[in-house]
Antibody
Framework: EVQLVESGGGLVKPGSSLKLSCVAS????????MHWIRQAPKKGLEWIAL????????YYADSVKGRFTISRDNSKNTLYLEMNSLRSEDTAMYYC???????WGQGVMVTVSS | DIQMTQSPSFLSASVGDRVTINCKAS??????LNWYQQKLGEAPKLLIY???NLQTGIPSRFSGSGSGTDYTLTISSLQPEDVATYFC???????FGGGTKLELK
């Protein structure tokens, strides 16, 4: 059974940093690209980052480019999202998703507030 | 960027009703469209991929159709367990519809 479990969320102040993790199981993690998607309260879903299976390519939404970094450790079946210079508008539920968006995690909440 | 307009935003229907949810793209998306169901506190679940392909394990009352810019998710006979939010994803350029909250009447 495919499982994706996010962690690392919480309440942080504007300008601070946070690193999210997504642990994968039930499939060959090293064979698939992975995504991060977020949903702000009462807003729609927004794709924010993609990393290829071998980390050779990374893509970002304009809203996070230069502040967020996607990475992965295939030896640990883990996807990461490092978030810097956080803003109030980054407050959202953050989801990881497998390759063709066929499996998603339950999400982790990030709240940016003073 | 391709914009996805989903309608309706809210839908109230009775058990046994036929329910349709629509997504309209701002340009031709060549059937690169998925549909998802999300229940409160749960991970989104893929229902339909590439317009009309039923994901493994999904009941056959769910179906998808469309082409070009217009796409539809249909639930042929609404069941109580179908109460959820549904959203579409145009997975070529990775943009989402705004979601439809489906409730029982």
């Amino acid at each position: 059974e495919v499982q994706l479990v996010e962690s690392g969320g919480g309440l942080v102040k504007p300008g601070s940093s946070l690193k999210l993790s997504c642990v994968a199981s039930g499939f060959t993690f090293s064979s698939y690209g992975m995504h991060w998607i977020r949903q702000a309260p009462k807003k729609g879903l927004e794709w924010i980052a993609l990393i290829y299976y071998d980390s050779s390519n990374k893509y970002y939404a304009d809203s996070v480019k230069g502040r967020f970094t996607i990475s992965r450790d295939n030896s640990k079946n883990t996807l990461y999202l490092e978030m810097n210079s956080l803003r109030s508008e980054d407050t959202a539920m953050y989801y990881c998703a497998k390759g063709h968006f066929d499996y998603w995690g339950q999400g982790v909440m990030v709240t940016v507030s003073s | 960027d391709i914009q996805m307009t989903q309608s309706p935003s809210f839908l109230s229907a009775s058990v046994g009703d036929r329910v349709t949810i629509n997504c309209k793209a701002s340009q031709n998306i060549n059937k690169y469209l998925n549909w998802y169901q999300q229940k409160l506190g749960e991970a989104p679940k893929l229902l339909i991929y590439n317009t009309n392909n039923l994901q493994t394990g999904i009941p056959s009352r769910f179906s998808g159709s469309g082409s070009g810019t217009d796409y539809t998710l249909t639930i042929s006979s609404l069941q109580p367990e179908d109460v959820a939010t549904y959203f579409c994803l145009q997975h070529s350029s990775r943009t989402f519809g705004g979601g439809t909250k489906l409730e029982l009447k």
